[in-house]
């Protein structure tokens, strides 16, 4: 197997600000991206954002601005978005930039050289919220007996000479592949759904565009734009290069992962693959597709005015406190709903009280009653020293499995079964007791602990960065030593502790 790992976030639509969907989406990719490279993995993540397009356009034009510089300006609130939540894409992609309308043009070419793509002419419903392509059996009528799309977005009757993509010809071997994939698409829901959908027939798509300019020109018609999906979809082949066989990120492609929103996973699941096998290429291996959140309640929408802005939550609760509850709350794949209690008090509960005062407790007491060096493990263990140990030995591979079906939540889960097993042995060995009784003793629990916390602290790196540095610092585990192959080693006996300091404050809701 190659050491090689991709894995890509959709590319965002620059017509509005960042909100924690995107931000959501993000650091779900980035939990595998950071999970990937300690297990040793060559990982190239990439993030970027969606530049073309009718919705984009116009977007621009409401603002009074150039399509380029609105985007510009949307662009870096994406950038910074991703700055402030910690994500370690290794590429951001701007389907603007000058490498990707390349990629975009070769794509195209060798699907006209393939016979794929025909000229036509399109008449039809679409809807430029989710710049998508309608068949009247999918509208409904809503309460004003308006004819709308099945997400409710308008839908606007477009006929006009179009590019035709054959993914008709393709309804069978994309269900072959899906049949031989069982991982292709995650969760089951959305693979059920994908499932059906493509055998239900599939219609040849509409791939361009001739009634705004705001996109890619296609090859030898520049009457035509591509239809932004398809523009949208080949960035992940850009950023390796594409059609440079030989760039330098060339074998990155097929990708491991694409990380999508459900709203979007027809086409990732559908358009993409035939796209792809109609030019030849390798497909991605899996698409995982998460839910969607709702606030307090409610749909997260501008008219509504409940957007949540990932930095004013960064700003009052911290990064790694926003990542945790993002992943921690939602079981991956379902929606959920952001709520400031549930964020207070899961940060109170488990990072507070369940993960911080472990660490504390068991640190002061080897800085207090140990001179602050680390002491020896126990020999021979006690049952209970072992068992502890090895529920911690355990994590590694049991946080492998969950996050390779992006099964975030379980992980964390089993994090935290690993933490209240050790404060329920704290409490149990008493080691303040143990002090004046048996101080050997003491030392040995205390190192037992040294190591769990370790453990932890090293597996939920990918979920906190900066708050897991900390705690590996307060263990003084060298910077080289904190991938999960150096779990196999115990700590250094007699290593020197810097002073341990608190590492995640009980928040208190200030009263008006
Ligand atoms: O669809 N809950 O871009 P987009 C959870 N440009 N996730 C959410 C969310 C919510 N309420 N809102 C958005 C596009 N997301 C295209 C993608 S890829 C080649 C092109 C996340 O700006 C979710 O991942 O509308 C969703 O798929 C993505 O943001 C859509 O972002």
């Known amino acids: 197997m190659t050491d090689k790992y991709y894995v890509t976030t959709p590319i965002y639509y620059v ?16 939990v595998v991206a950071r999970w990937k490279r300690l297990e040793g993995r060559d990982v190239f993540f990439l993030t970027g954002t969606d530049e073309h397009g009718q919705k984009v356009e116009k977007a621009a034009q409401d603002a009074g601005l150039d399509p ?15 700055e402030a939540l910690g994500i370690s894409n290794d590429d951001f992609i701007r389907t603007t930039e000058p490498r990707h309308k390349a990629a975009c043009t070769a794509l195209w070419t060798r699907l006209v050289e393939a016979g794929e793509i025909y000229l036509g002419a399109y008449e039809g419903w679409y809807a430029i919220r989710d710049e998508a392509f309608y068949g009247e059996d999918e509208l409904i009528t809503n ?4 004819l709308i799309a099945p997400t409710g977005a308008p839908v606007e009757w477009v006929r006009e000479p179009s590019y035709f993509f054959r993914l008709s010809a393709w309804q069978d071997r994309l269900l072959a592949h899906y049949e031989a994939n069982a991982d292709f698409i995650g969760p089951g829901a959305r693979r059920n759904e994908v499932i ?4 239900g027939g599939l219609t040849d798509l509409s791939v361009s565009r001739t009634s705004f300019r705001w996109g890619v020109e296609v090859p030898n018609d520049p009457e035509h734009v591509m239809y932004v999906w398809l523009d949208a979809l080949t960035n992940y082949l850009t950023a390796t290069g594409y059609p440079d066989a030989d760039a330098p990120r060339a074998g990155f492609w097929p990708a491991n992962l694409h990380m999508v929103g459900k709203d979007i996973i027809r086409f990732h699941a559908v358009y993409w693959p035939a796209f792809l096998m109609a030019a030849g290429l390798p497909v991605p291996r899996r698409i995982c597709a998460n839910g969607w959140w709702t606030v307090e309640g409610e749909k997260m929408s501008k008219s ?35 709520s400031r209690r549930a964020l207070i008090s899961r940060l109170n509960v488990e990072l507070a009280n369940d993960l911080g005062n472990l660490a504390q407790r068991s640190l002061s007491m080897i800085a207090r009653n140990c001179e602050g060096r680390l002491p020896p493990l126990p020999s021979p263990l006690t049952d209970a020293d072992a068992a502890l140990l090895a529920q911690a030995a355990a994590l590694p591979r049991l946080l492998a499995a969950a996050i390779d079906i992006q099964a975030f939540h379980t992980a964390l889960e089993e994090a935290w079964r690993v933490i209240r097993a050790a404060n329920g042995y704290i409490d149990h060995q008493a080691p303040w007791a143990l002090k004046k009784t048996d101080a050997v003793r003491m030392g040995s629990v205390l190192r037992v602990l040294a190591e769990v916390i370790r453990a932890v602290a090293t597996v939920l790196q990918p979920f906190m960065p900066d ?10 585990v060298p910077a080289d030593a904190r991938g999960l192959a150096a779990l196999d080693h115990p700590l250094v ?20």
């Open 15 to 30: 017509n509005g600000a960042p909100h924690i969907g995107h931000a959501y989406t993000s650091i779900a990719a980035d």
């Open 68 to 82: 380029q510089s609105f985007t510009d300006g949307v662009a870096g609130q994406f950038r910074a978005m991703g």
């Open 143 to 146: 309460a004003h007996g308006v």
């Open 196 to 199: 059906s959908f493509v055998r």
């Open 304 to 338: 509504v005015g409940n957007v949540i802005e990932p930095s004013a939550l960064i700003e009052e609760f911290g990064r790694d406190a926003v990542r945790f509850f993002l992943l921690r709350e939602m079981p991956f794949g379902n929606d959920g709903d952001y």
């Open 467 to 476: 708050s897991m540095a900390r705690m590996l610092d307060q263990l003084a």
């Open 493 to 512: 006996e007699g290593s020197v502790l810097p002073a341990p300091q608190g590492i995640f404050p009980r928040f208190v809701e200030e009263v008006a």
